[in-house]
């Protein structure tokens, strides 16, 4: 039982005897690792695509910035995490090449969204320009001789 949790390892020409029940793994990470994020989603466990994008050196919770796609039948949202201590979601490092969704399609989903939101733009100013157009009286009001323009 006790050589069991012993493990022999050799780092630069010198043996050491490590105990594994106390052995820590240190991973490093850095800006622009593929990773694997493990998050609950609606009470399941789904498994995102990601990047490392940035670190933030916090001096209570150092935080690991990761943007990833949460990807849906034939649509992908770009959504960022803030991962540190007390985050619940679990990552890895990996180099699998396998995305959920291809390129073109993530990039077709955005442009179709930033279209829709160009024209709900533009249907908001039609809607302004009217109601200052044809509203306008109702908020026309005399005080002393001064106008609501020059207010």
Do not use: W
């Amino acid at each position: 039982m006790e050589n069991e949790n012993k493990k022999i390892v050799e780092i630069n020409g010198v043996k050491l005897e490590i105990d594994m029940r106390y052995a820590r793994k240190i991973e490093n990470f850095c800006i622009g690792d593929k990773i694997k994020l493990l998050k609950e989603k609606y009470s399941e466990m789904k498994i995102y695509p990601g990047v490392i994008v940035g670190f933030e050196n916090f001096k209570t919770k150092p935080t690991i910035v990761i943007a990833y796609l949460e990807t849906e039948y034939s649509s992908a949202d770009l959504k960022f995490l803030y991962f540190n201590a007390d985050s619940k979601e679990e990552i890895v490092i990996t180099d699998d090449e396998y995305l959920p969704i291809e390129k073109a399609s993530v990039i077709d989903d955005m442009d179709r969204k930033i279209v829709k939101a160009k024209a709900e733009v533009a249907d908001l100013e039609r809607s302004k320009a009217y109601f200052l157009e044809h509203f306008n009286k109702y908020f026309e009001f005399k005080t002393e001789g001064v106008e609501t323009d020059d207010i």
